[in-house]
């Protein structure tokens, strides 16, 4: 079972509407959650990192929140755009960062935004 | 300042060829990490290696992969005797401490027929 859980797989919305994804995870302890956006065809980019004091962190029309004892993560998109048409990708980073453990990465949300 | 680097974009390769994917960091990092992505499933982590040294190669398979990062140059992930479940996009991505402040290059796909 993955540590990971990102619901929905697959949403569609409408341009200009607002959009919740949602991220659970396992992994315990952990450092720090990260959010990504991953285009079509491209490499994932950096949307938010929140270590597990932190309970929301905004980037422009990104909304990222974290309950650290329920172990859920949410991402909340405001006033879509076409160009937030991607993969959204949860990604949790075990407490210590020690080097010898890895990032454990989400099988991510697409977010289709139509006009 | 140019971010993570890798070469080629697209490689196509026959069965039981070899594959030879570079990742060149940001300036100023030292960490180096490889993923594999099938399509439609997630980012799978390969290995994390630092100058010279693996660090963590728990998700590399046993068999035809391997990877290095040399003290100068980039860093290669080198699969042997290709097989078409080889077929995916690799990522690579740097960062300048363990894990931290992480950046993914555009990846290299790789297609085996």
């Known amino acids: 079972k993955n540590q990971v859980e990102q619901s929905p797989q697959s949403l569609i919305i409408l341009e200009g509407k607002n959009c919740t994804l949602q991220c659970n995870y396992t992994v315990s302890p952990f450092s720090n959650l990260r959010w990504y956006k991953q285009d079509t065809g491209r490499g994932p980019v950096s949307l938010t990192i929140?270590?597990?004091?932190?309970n929301t962190k905004s980037n422009g029309r990104y909304t990222a929140t974290l309950d650290a004892d329920t172990k859920q993560s949410s991402l909340h998109i405001t006033a879509s755009q076409l160009s937030d048409s991607a993969s959204y990708i949860c990604v949790v980073s075990p407490f210590g960062d020690t080097g010898r453990r890895a990032l454990t990465f989400g099988s991510g949300t697409r977010l289709q935004v139509q006009p | 300042n140019a971010g993570v680097m890798q070469n080629p974009r697209h490689l196509v390769r026959r069965r039981g060829q070899e594959a030879r994917l570079r990742c060149s960091p940001m300036k100023g990092h030292s960490h180096v990490y490889w993923y594999r992505q099938l399509p439609e499933e997630g980012l799978k982590f390969m290995v994390y290696?630092?100058?010279?040294?693996?660090?963590?190669e728990s998700g590399m398979p046993k068999e035809r992969f391997s990877a290095e990062f040399p003290k100068e140059g980039p860093s290669i992930l080198r699969i042997q005797q290709v097989v078409r479940g080889d077929s995916a996009a690799y990522f690579c991505?740097?960062?300048?401490?363990?894990?931290?402040?992480?950046?993914f290059g555009s990846g290299t796909r790789l297609t085996v027929v």
């Open positions: 290696l630092q100058k010279e040294n693996i660090i963590d």
């Open positions: 991505a740097s960062s300048p401490q363990t894990h931290y402040g992480y950046t």
């Open positions: 929140m270590t597990f004091s932190e």
